[in-house]
């Protein structure tokens, strides 16, 4: 992640508050970060961030839709980790929503895009959660 990008250290500092079991804070640092995209990268990685902040269902799935939106605009390896995470996101919103079809369907795309993770704690917790998330749905 480039730091020298003040909308991912926004981001950043947001993760920190979200750890320090800040939720108002760190909100409004991804609050911040949306407020100073100025690319699709910036927009695709503050959404993605707001939506971990909204409580409902429907808000999560509409922030993380627009997300993999920005997401496809980018276009090059930026995003490549990000559509895992993206699409894992949108499958447990659709759950919640009680949209299995849909949801499953997201889980799947997930696992399409897991060559992209990282080999470390991150990215397993990720294949994980898409390998529990398309067993709980089959």
């Not at 750890?19 to 910036?42: K, M, N």
């Not at 929503?97 to 397993?124: K, S, T």
């Amino acid at each position: 992640m480039d730091l020298g990008n003040p909308v991912l250290q926004l981001c950043q500092d947001g993760m920190r508050a979200e750890a320090q079991g800040r939720p108002a804070a760190a909100r409004a640092l991804f609050e911040q970060a949306w407020a100073r995209r100025v690319d699709d990268y910036d927009a695709c990685v503050a959404a993605h961030y707001l939506a971990r902040q909204q409580d409902d269902p429907g808000e999560v799935l509409r922030w993380n839709q627009d997300a993999l939106r920005h997401a496809d605009a980018v276009g090059d390896e930026r995003v490549a980790a990000l559509y895992p995470s993206l699409h894992v996101a949108v499958a447990m919103a659709n759950e919640r929503l009680g949209d299995p079809v849909a949801a499953r369907a997201a889980f799947a795309q997930a696992a399409e895009r897991v060559g992209a993770l990282p080999a470390d704690a991150y990215g397993e917790q990720l294949r994980s959660a898409i390998i529990e998330g398309l067993r709980r749905l089959s």
